[in-house]
Each structure stands twice: as C-alpha cells, then as structure tokens.
C-alpha cells in the first residue's frame, strides 16, 4: 500500500508563485510517471503536468512556460513550481503517482493519489 502526502497551496495574488510537493511512501517495486492534475469548481480533472521515470514531461499546452515539473527519485518525490499565477488557475491540485508492486509471479500497475490542495489565486 502506498500512502501519498501533499504539500504546499494556499492563497497567492495574480502574478504570484506556489510550489506543490508530493512524496510518496510504502511497499511498490518502482514508481513510474509521476504527475499533477487539478478540478475547478464545476469542472472536470485535468491533467496539468506528467513526468515520466526517465524525465520526460508533458504539459497541458496552456501552462508551458508558467508551470514546471519535477521529480526526485531518491525522495520519492514530485514537484509543481507555479509562475504568473492567474485567478484561472484556482483549483484543488492533486498529485499522482503511477507504481509497480510485484504480486507473487506477476507485476501490477496501480495508482496513488495524493488529498489535494487548494490553491486559489487572487485577482
């Protein structure tokens, strides 16, 4: 079982920047893609960002440039460094964490999230 605790969020004004973490503990055999995504009031998940184990990003194409991702490995770790935050990106952010865990003869692919954060941003 995998426990995800998040970290970070809050109340910025527009132009502002957060940082989320994310780290993730427990029994799994590797953890693969590593990722945030977010619910607006009134709307569905989104993906925001993902990173792959070897580094590879993928970005919703309307934060490229304002937000990046990153991971450390060692710590288990996700990130979400947010730049010129706008009130349109108010939302609950949630991490997730894609991971291996070895079930006697065979691998299984699961998913862990983190509780979410709210982070609202001020016009």
């Known amino acids: 079982q995998v426990q995800v605790v998040q970290s970070g969020g809050g109340l910025v004004q527009a132009g502002g920047s957060l940082r989320l973490s994310c780290t993730a503990s427990?029994?799994?055999?590797?953890?693969?893609?590593m990722g945030w995504y977010r619910q607006a009031p009134g709307k569905q998940r989104e993906l925001v960002a993902e990173i792959t184990s070897d580094g590879s990003t993928n970005y919703e194409d309307s934060l490229k440039g304002r937000f990046t991702i990153s991971r450390d490995n060692a710590k288990n770790t996700v990130y979400l460094q947010m730049n010129n935050l706008k009130p349109e990106d108010t939302a609950v952010y949630y991490c997730?964490?894609?991971?291996?865990?070895?079930?006697?003869?065979?691998?299984?692919?699961?998913?862990?999230w983190g509780q979410g954060t709210l982070v609202t941003v001020s016009s």
């Open positions: 997730n964490f894609n991971y291996d865990v070895i079930a006697g003869w065979s691998t299984q692919r699961l998913d862990a």
């Open positions: 427990g029994m799994f055999a590797s953890i693969n893609a």
